[in-house]
């Protein structure tokens, strides 16, 4: 069964790196979105990606995060310079409708866990 | 106050019960979706039902949608050890945007 695929696992890093999450969508899907979950919260949108740009992005998602679809395959979350804070599970997800999550389900990734040190 | 909010927070049942979640919203929506994670690992969608529809089957899981109380129940029925985990629901919300906005979620323990 097609899945989504996310490396690494794990990444531990200092405090300023720069970290690049690199997730494979199921091919032929449309939209593709980065989640994150901080330990023991909710899970929380960051922003999606339609048609080679950002659709929507949240808050969180301020200008130290930038993301790429290089090659029609990869789907890769930047952060320039990490903070603490930024420690969380970050998960890729994608959707095969053009509708994303407002007509369809989403299909996961099982998590980069980031941690800053 | 948050988008998707569940109760109860954590719910400890034996093997062969039923069990219900709850999740209250508080905008229109599109559909809701409900999701299951295993601890540490990522989501699995079980369930999605639209703004228009009041219930849904699979398998085991039932999910109903109260539109006029912005509320949906998932029930688990003839519960399973294998059923322990995270469940939380997430609303696709009305309009043109294309996002999943998750709740708070149940931890559901299913002692055998």
């Known amino acids: 069964e097609p899945e989504v695929t996310q490396t690494p696992s794990h990444q531990v890093t200092q405090m300023g790196q720069e970290v690049i999450l690199r997730c494979v969508p199921i091919?032929?899907?449309?939209?593709f979105y980065w989640y994150r979950q901080i330990l023991g919260q909710k899970v929380e949108f960051l922003v999606s990606?339609?048609?080679?740009?950002?659709?929507?992005k949240s808050e969180i998602f301020d200008d130290q995060f930038s993301v790429e679809r290089p090659d029609g395959s990869n789907f890769t979350l930047k952060i320039r310079s990490t903070k603490l804070e930024d420690s969380a599970m970050y998960f890729c997800?994608?959707?095969?409708?053009?509708?994303?999550?407002?007509?369809?389900?989403?299909?996961f990734g099982e998590g980069s866990r980031l941690t800053v040190l | 106050s948050q988008q998707g909010e569940e109760d109860p927070q954590a719910l400890s049942i034996q093997e062969g019960e039923n069990a219900t979640m709850n999740c209250s919203y508080k905008t229109s929506i599109n559909n809701l979706q409900w999701y299951r994670q295993n601890s540490g690992r990522g989501l699995v969608h079980l369930i999605l039902?639209?703004?228009?529809?009041r219930e849904k089957h699979s398998g085991r899981l039932r999910v109903t949608l109260d539109t006029s109380k912005k509320s949906s129940s998932l029930l688990i029925t003839a519960s399973r050890a294998a059923d322990t985990a995270s469940y939380f629901c997430?609303?696709?919300?009305?309009?043109?945007?294309?996002?999943?906005?998750f709740g708070t979620g149940t931890l559901l323990a299913v002692q055998p």
């Open positions: 091919s032929n899907h449309l939209y």
């Open positions: 997430a609303t696709a919300l009305g309009g043109a945007t294309n996002k999943l906005i």
């Open positions: 997800a994608s959707s095969s409708t053009s509708g994303g999550a407002r007509t369809g389900e989403l299909f």
């Open positions: 990606f339609y048609n080679n740009e950002i659709s929507e």
């Open positions: 039902i639209r703004s228009n529809e």
